[in-house]
């Protein structure tokens, strides 16, 4: 079960204090932080690419690019418990 502060950093700009549904998934989904954040970071690098080319790349070739382009790696070798997804982030894409 995700601790409480992972799914606070990954709905922060989703939910902002009130109820909300996606937390209430993703408390029962049963996956672990170290995954939850890995997909917060897909979703920022997605956004990131799709606005670097002007379309919406989709989640596939996101996450086709995050493994091709060895950020998976990287992920996994920088990933902290407690460290938030914008952290990891800027160490997986800046080392």
């Given at each position: 079960?995700?601790?409480?502060?992972?799914?606070?950093?990954?709905?922060?700009?989703?939910?902002?204090?009130?109820?909300c549904?996606?937390?209430?998934?993703?408390k029962?989904?049963?996956?672990?932080?170290?995954?939850?954040?890995?997909?917060?970071?897909?979703e920022?690098?997605?956004?990131?690419?799709?606005?670097?080319?002007?379309?919406?790349?989709?989640?596939d070739?996101a996450?086709?690019?995050?493994?091709?382009?060895?950020?998976?790696?990287?992920?996994?070798?920088?990933?902290?418990?407690?460290?938030?997804?914008?952290?990891?982030?800027?160490?997986?894409?800046?080392?």
């Open positions: 079960m995700p601790k409480k502060k992972t799914i606070d950093d990954i709905i922060s700009d989703e939910c902002s204090g009130r109820y549904i996606l937390q209430e998934v993703i029962h989904s049963g996956m672990q932080d170290f995954m939850l954040e890995q997909m917060k970071c897909i920022k690098y997605k956004f990131e690419e799709s606005e670097r080319e002007k379309r919406d790349i989709g989640w070739e996450v086709r690019r995050w493994v091709d382009t060895g950020a998976a790696e990287r992920y996994s070798r920088v990933y902290q418990e407690g460290l938030g997804f914008k952290e990891l982030y800027r160490r997986t894409q800046h080392g």
